[in-house]
């Protein structure tokens, strides 16, 4: 198959929304390749996946059919959007992995402190 022509597909369970992003995603973007997710569409991982790929239901099987044909008739779609998930993948380094982590968990400590019940007094929701 030419290089052009190259599709990866990445599968989450819909109940796993919000726990993970599946790591071959970053994988897949960093050989520049464009990428069928099949999982939920409101996911980080279907964020990440626009455009550079599809995101389609898991459940529907014409739209996947669909959508490896159409990549499969258009090798300079699978060029550019494997282009783009390349550039994307350089842009993510460790530097700014450990910037997003650790700003995170500031945020998360600092909202924790904050929800802190006042010593000696109940609070409604205990």
């Known amino acids: ?5 190259r599709l ?3 599968a989450m369970a819909p109940a ?3 726990m993970l992003v599946p790591s071959k995603l970053t994988g ?3 050989a520049g390749r464009p990428c069928l997710f099949l999982g939920p569409a409101g996911s980080e ?3 990440l996946v626009k455009g550079c790929g599809l995101v389609i239901d898991p459940m529907d099987g014409a739209a996947i059919a669909d959508a490896v044909r159409a990549y499969a008739a258009d090798p300079a779609r699978c060029a550019a959007e494997g282009q783009r ?6 842009a993510w380094t460790v530097d700014r992995a450990v910037s997003a982590f650790t700003g995170l968990a500031g945020r998360l400590v600092a909202g924790r402190r904050a929800a802190l019940p006042l010593l000696g007094r109940l609070q409604p929701h205990a």
């Not at 998930?85 to 350089?90: H, P």
Request: aromatic share 0%; glycine share 8%; no cysteine.
């Open 8 to 10: 990866h597909l990445v």
């Open 45 to 47: 991982a279907a964020a």
């Open 16 to 18: 796993a929304e919000g």
């Open 85 to 90: 998930a390349a550039d994307r993948a350089a």
């Open 28 to 30: 897949v973007q960093a």
């Open 1 to 5: 198959m030419p290089v052009g022509r």
